[in-house]
């Protein structure tokens, strides 16, 4: 019952982030403007790493904690590279 | 470290999943949001849903499961819970700002000017210069 | 006590971080405080000063008050993305004046109104004290001056200032 319970749950809990994650595709290759693609990015890599932690409760093994940790980090400086590529990359100073 | 699924006891269970699909769902209607809403400024809250409850919940999940797993506690997925409420704050400001700046170097309309410093040093400054 | 750790806080926040991620051993403990003390210490070169907590207490209750108001206005943006266009809802800019100048303090305050779905934290003016941000569902500019100011503000100035 309790194995039930948790396959089912993590099955739906896995479909709606990869749903989540097509739509941030969706946005990312739509744009409009480039901060449109960079946000989009920065909910495509949040909803990869909360895949990551489904994925770990699925197999019962924390190694997937970790890679999740990593996919955090890396998308966190990306973005905040990106963003300021976005306020100085266009002006010549 | 693999567990089994059958030493779970069904009240942790039936709480991890809720968590879990509470987390999921959340991150779903930001995505949602992302792909839906008309402006980059509206846009700029859908993915705090994500990284608020979202990441939250399937945190919480992930933790009552593998502390009823192990049969003590887990608590490093707390970390990324942390992290993730952190790192938010200054990606999306960053953004944000350079959102703004970019807006305002095209004249796009519906942008709040920019507010003029008054600092007295400044003032200063541009008196000796004239 | 202050030669050894410039920054308890971090201090304290790394060595839990180290034994989170490797285990709760007393080995790992004391390479734990052995790490702390050592980037605590080489954090120094930078030269910001540690914030200084005046009450504890008041933390607990900014906390609850956060927790609370994420859950709410969770729920309250995931409602108003679901209804579509059938919902009027104006979002809008409102610039805010801040007391705060704690550089700890505003970085609380970012966080408190970025990890709360329907404010965006856009720009801040030192000068002038004064906090650009975004809101998702405005009804009323003096509603959301009054609650930053009342809810998240007062209790900073107690915890920092």
Same mark, same amino acid.
């Given at each position: 019952?309790?194995?039930?319970? !948790?396959?089912?749950?993590?099955?739906?809990?896995?479909?709606?982030?990869?749903?989540?994650?097509?739509?941030?595709?969706?946005?990312?290759?739509?744009?409009?403007?480039?901060?449109?693609?960079?946000?989009?990015?920065?909910?495509?890599?949040?909803?990869? !790493?909360?895949?990551?932690?489904?994925?770990?409760?699925?197999?019962?093994?924390?190694?997937?904690?970790?890679?999740?940790?990593?996919?955090? !980090?890396?998308?966190?400086?990306?973005? @905040?590279?990106?963003?300021?590529?976005?306020?100085?990359?266009? @002006?010549?100073? | 470290?693999?567990?089994?699924?059958?030493?779970?006891?069904?009240?942790?269970?039936?709480?991890?999943?809720?968590?879990?699909?509470?987390?999921?769902?959340?991150a779903l209607i930001g995505a949602f949001g992302l792909a839906r809403l008309g402006s980059f400024y509206d846009r700029? %809250?859908?993915?705090?849903?994500?990284?608020?409850?979202?990441?939250?919940?399937?945190?919480?999940?992930?933790?009552?499961?593998?502390?009823?797993?192990?049969?003590?506690?887990?608590? %490093?997925?707390?970390?990324?819970?942390?992290?993730?409420?952190?790192?938010?704050?200054?990606?999306?400001?960053?953004?944000?700002?350079?959102?703004?700046?970019?807006?305002?170097?095209?004249?796009?309309?519906?942008?709040?000017?920019?507010?003029?410093?008054?600092?007295?040093?400044?003032?200063?400054?541009?008196?000796?210069?004239? | 006590?202050?030669?050894?750790?410039?920054?308890?806080?971090?201090?304290? +926040?790394?060595? &839990?971080?180290?034994?989170?991620?490797?285990?709760?051993?007393?080995?790992?403990?004391?390479?734990? #405080?052995?790490?702390?003390?050592?980037?605590?210490?080489?954090?120094?070169?930078?030269?910001?000063?540690?914030?200084?907590?005046?009450?504890?207490?008041?933390? $607990?209750?900014? &906390? +609850?008050?956060?927790?609370?108001? /994420? #859950?709410?206005? *969770?729920?309250? #943006?995931?409602?108003?993305?679901?209804?579509?266009?059938?919902?009027?809802? *104006?979002? +809008?800019? /409102?610039?805010?004046?801040?007391?705060?100048? *704690?550089?700890?303090?505003?970085? #609380?305050?970012?966080?408190?109104? $970025?990890? $709360?779905?329907? $404010?965006?934290?856009?720009?801040?003016?030192?000068?002038?004290?004064?906090?650009? /941000?975004?809101? &998702?569902?405005?009804?009323?500019?003096?509603?959301? /001056?009054?609650?930053?100011?009342?809810?998240?503000?007062?209790?900073?100035?107690?915890? &920092?200032?």
């Open positions: 019952m309790n194995v039930l319970i !948790m396959q089912v749950a993590l099955f739906v809990a896995q479909s709606f982030l990869a749903i989540a994650m097509l739509f941030c595709t969706y946005r990312m290759a739509v744009g409009p403007r480039a901060q449109d693609r960079v946000l989009a990015l920065d909910g495509l890599y949040v909803c990869a !790493m909360l895949q990551l932690l489904a994925f770990g409760v699925r197999t019962g093994n924390t190694l997937y904690f970790e890679a999740a940790l990593i996919i955090g !980090m890396l998308g966190f400086v990306a973005t @905040v590279a990106l963003a300021k590529f976005l306020m100085r990359g266009e @002006v010549i100073e | 470290m693999s567990v089994a699924y059958a030493e779970v006891p069904l009240w942790a269970a039936i709480l991890s999943a809720a968590f879990i699909l509470l987390g999921a769902t959340l700029i %809250h859908a993915p705090t849903l994500a990284t608020s409850w979202g990441a939250g919940g399937m945190v919480m999940g992930s933790m009552i499961f593998f502390t009823a797993a192990a049969a003590r506690p887990v608590i %490093h997925e707390i970390l990324i819970g942390v992290f993730v409420t952190v790192t938010t704050p200054v990606t999306l400001m960053m953004l944000g700002r350079a959102a703004i700046y970019r807006d305002r170097s095209d004249n796009n309309p519906g942008i709040p000017p920019i507010v003029k410093s008054d600092r007295p040093s400044e003032t200063d400054e541009n008196r000796a210069d004239a | 006590m202050r030669a050894i750790l410039p920054y308890p806080l971090l201090a304290a +926040g790394l060595a &839990f971080m180290w034994l989170a991620l490797s285990g709760f051993t007393p080995g790992h403990a004391i390479l734990a #405080v052995l790490v702390a003390i050592g980037a605590s210490n080489a954090l120094r070169a930078l030269g910001e000063a540690s914030p200084r907590i005046r009450r504890f207490a008041a933390i $607990t209750e900014l &906390f +609850g008050i956060v927790l609370y108001d /994420i #859950v709410r206005s *969770n729920f309250a #943006v995931a409602r108003i993305i679901l209804s579509g266009k059938r919902y009027q809802r *104006n979002s +809008g800019f /409102i610039l805010v004046p801040i007391r705060l100048t *704690n550089p700890s303090a505003l970085a #609380v305050l970012s966080i408190v109104l $970025t990890s $709360t779905p329907g $404010t965006a934290w856009l720009d801040y003016n030192s000068a002038r004290g004064t906090l650009l /941000i975004h809101v &998702f569902d405005l009804v009323d500019e003096a509603t959301w /001056i009054d609650l930053i100011a009342n809810r998240y503000e007062r209790l900073l100035l107690e915890i &920092f200032e």
